[in-house]
């Protein structure tokens, strides 16, 4: 079992409800502490402040057991910011010419980290990458360019949560 690692978790405007619900779902299981929703990211509720049955249906209740909180793109920048101020290390996950592979990161020296994934289509936001401390890739084999975000999230997640703990 792994140490209790501090782990946030930024979806940096991701599309699809189903996407994001999927991934507080493996949030909670994997022990993210928080979640932060930015931008264009789909949120539990609505924009009147109703839980949103679409989310529900795929996070099975997730988003009423891990922490979270909506951030507009244009505070983005602080938030991460005030996460390195408070010693988390940002990681993103992208492909990237800069990026490490994600398997040869020593997992246990990430005690308080911010994982950020990013848009079905344009991926991590270049601002985001640019504030980041580290940019990791998930290697891929086969044909096919890139994993779902919410697959490529959950193997991240646990790669860095757990490998080598």
Known sequence: MAKNKTCVLILDNLRSVENTGSIFRTAEGLGVSKIILVGTTPTPLDRFGRKRSDFAKVSLGAEEMVEWEYVRTENFQLTIYNLQKEGVKIIALEQHPEAKDLKSLEATKLERFALIVGNEVD???????????????????????????????GIALFVLKYSHA
């Open 123 to 153: 991926g991590v936001s270049r601002e985001a990458l640019a504030l980041s401390d580290l940019i990791v890739e998930i290697p891929m084999q086969g044909e096919k360019e890139s994993l779902n975000v919410s697959v490529s999230t």
